[in-house]
Nanobody, 119 residues
Framework: QVQLVESGGGLVQAGGSLRLSCAGAGSISSINAMGWYRQAPGKERELVATITSGGSTNYADSVKGRFTISRDNAKNTVYLQMNSLKPENTAVYYC?????????????WGQGTQVTVSS
């Protein structure tokens, strides 16, 4: 019932910027933490950044100071502002949301958006 729709990926030169967006759609009751993950060719999916419903953030060491995660709870949307992009940041980026049920939670994933950084 809940879907995450990602946008904002694309091709950018090294040093450039992109902003990814991930909007929740469908019957949104309660979204807890949201986050961004990425998977580069030949590598495992890894955490990039997370943000709680209250706005507390956490970042992978490799993106600290360059990436900023934020959210707009009224729009059920999470963003990832990516500055000073490097070729190593090339990956498929996936949005994640943790959604509450009565006695449990479940995770919803976006479809993924390709970010390619050229040197």
């Amino acid at each position: 019932q809940v879907q995450l729709v990602e946008s904002g990926g694309g091709l950018v030169q090294a040093g450039g910027s992109l902003r990814l967006s991930c909007a929740g759609a469908g019957s949104i009751s309660s979204i807890n933490a949201m986050g961004w993950y990425r998977q580069a060719p030949g590598k495992e999916r890894e955490l990039v950044a997370t943000i709680t419903s209250g706005g507390s953030t956490n970042y992978a060491d490799s993106v600290k100071g360059r990436f900023t995660i934020s959210r707009d709870n009224a729009k059920n949307t999470v963003y990832l502002q990516m500055n000073s992009l490097k070729p190593e940041n090339t990956a498929v980026y996936y949005c994640n949301a943790n959604v509450s049920r009565i006695f449990s939670t479940y995770d919803v994933w976006g479809q993924g958006t390709q970010v390619t950084v050229s040197s």
